[in-house]
């Protein structure tokens, strides 16, 4: 059967599927870890601490579906994105993997014994489950815009040079406060909308604290890019149908050019900008108790964010610092057309039920926690 699409039409989708796995994750999950960072910090009591948990209970779980899609998409469609970024990062993706193992312990064991000592444990648990993540996502995003240290050998075989330390950059970790505030800002103002009374006031504090942090750090990275960051700058021609490889190209290294996208492309301007007033218009929103359109402005704030990354790398995707020529681009790393396309097909038909699912359940589960609650379900509920 013919295929109705050329490779770069389906590359260019799949790099925009890419962006929205990516995004539907830190909307979705960003709350969950939001709430995990703040449990501390908006709950005094152990049962205030049940309430804020049981928040989350119903979705926590359906929520890293999109984990696993980002993570399994980019396995298929963008097999040597994957190859390079997961051994690159190997020691700080089983950072991320141990904390993410600690959620799901911590939820189901931490109410199964009453000695405030073990409850204190798990709770320190899901406090790293939230933070880790969040920061060396963040971390992570920070070394790809300046490039990861990684090249081929004639046989296309990758070697990444780098190590654990040397992503704990001051741009990086830059990059890893402005995802954990951004994640605090959206957990906070999820929490106004579950919860009543102290927990709800607190909730809104670090939800108000949070956007504005988002706003400042984010206008922080963007000079960073602007004066103290080379991008990445194609210098020859790339054949947009040609085969995934990564050496018949020329880039070069060049000031401010992770900026030049915005001129090229005028469109591309909406994400940073989005970035920078879904923010204001969030704590505005939480000052006037208008919290559900809050936590719209807050997924506005957040999309925005993770959507200016991949415009400004457009079409880059994981630059080599080590040797710019062998960056991987959307037009130089992609799977073949056939399987592009079949993948298509399966997106078209499951993503929307997962959205259906993820939609419907959030629906039946609306309301919010509240004490009186926690003390009816002792056996049931976190």
């Known amino acids: 059967m013919p295929i109705p699409l050329d490779l770069p039409t389906l590359r260019i989708i799949w790099w925009v599927l890419l962006g929205f796995l990516l995004i539907a994750f830190a909307v ?40 696993i899609l980002s993570g399994g998409m980019i396995f298929a469609a963008w097999p040597e994105i994957y190859a390079v970024s997961f051994s690159g990062f190997y020691f700080a993706m089983l950072l991320i993997l141990f904390a993410l193992i600690l959620r799901p312990v911590g939820f189901k064991y931490r109410s ?15 406090f790293i489950g939230g933070f880790v993540p969040a920061l060396i996502f963040g ?78 750090i984010f206008a922080l990275g963007g000079l960073w ?52 007033i879904a923010p204001i218009i969030a704590l505005i929103l939480v000052k006037l108790k208008f919290y559900r359109t809050a936590l719209v402005a807050s997924a506005l704030s957040i999309g925005g964010i993770i959507a200016t990354v991949g415009l400004s790398m457009f079409p880059f995707i994981l630059p080599s610092s080590e040797q710019p020529n062998m960056s991987l681009l959307l037009w130089d790393a992609s799977s073949t057309r056939t399987s592009l396309f079949i993948m298509l097909i399966a997106a078209i038909v499951f993503i929307p039920l997962i959205l259906f699912y993820t939609t419907w359940i959030y629906y039946v589960m609306r309301g919010k926690v509240t004490p009186e609650y926690i003390r009816d379900n002792q056996k049931s509920s976190y």
Request: glycine share 8%.
């Open 139 to 216: 971390v992570a995003v920070g070394n790809v815009l300046q490039g990861v240290p990684f090249h081929y050998d004639d046989n296309l075989q990758s070697y990444y040079t780098g190590t654990l330390i040397q992503l704990l950059n001051p741009f990086a970790l830059l990059c890893g406060a402005l995802s954990v505030v951004m994640f605090i800002m959206h957990g906070g103002i999820y929490l106004a909308i579950k919860t009543t009374h102290f927990i709800q006031y607190r909730a809104t504090k670090y939800a108000s604290v949070g956007a504005i942090l988002t706003l400042v």
């Open 225 to 276: 890019i602007a004066q103290g960051i080379s991008g990445y700058v194609l210098s020859s021609p790339v054949a947009w149908d040609g085969p995934s490889n990564p050496l018949h190209k020329k880039v070069i290294t060049q000031m401010s050019a992770w900026l030049t996208n915005y001129s090229t492309y005028p469109m591309f301007k909406l994400a940073p900008l989005c970035g920078l």
């Open 112 to 126: 199964k014994i009453t000695n405030p000592r073990w409850r204190a444990f798990w709770d320190f648990c899901l």
């Open 28 to 67: 979705t999950d960003g709350f969950d870890f939001g709430v995990g960072m703040l449990l501390h910090r908006v709950a005094k009591t152990d049962e205030e601490r049940r309430v804020v948990l049981n928040t989350v209970a119903p979705v926590w779980e359906g929520n890293q579906i999109w984990f």
